[in-house]
């Protein structure tokens, strides 16, 4: 129902993170908190794999996920 990411900062605005389906297609986008503590929602995924991509300072990190 929720995904937690913790990552370090400092963060801008421009800090963002897309999770994306096993087609590609976007599904939720978002910005980080500040804290470095980001909570999103998931409750309206399907159960499946996910694909979650982080630009951080201009850096893109990518985690796979399943949602159950």
Not at 32 to 41: A, M, S, V
Not at 44 to 60: A, H, S
Request: charged share 20%.
């Amino acid at each position: 129902e929720e995904l937690f990411l913790e990552l370090t900062g400092p963060f801008t605005k421009q800090d963002l993170f897309t999770i994306t389906d096993a087609s590609g297609r976007i599904l939720i986008t978002g910005s980080l908190n500040e804290t470095g503590l980001t909570r999103i929602q998931t409750k309206e995924l399907i159960p499946g794999f996910y694909l979650i991509k982080v630009t951080q300072d201009g850096k893109v990190k990518t985690a796979f996920f399943i949602a159950s």
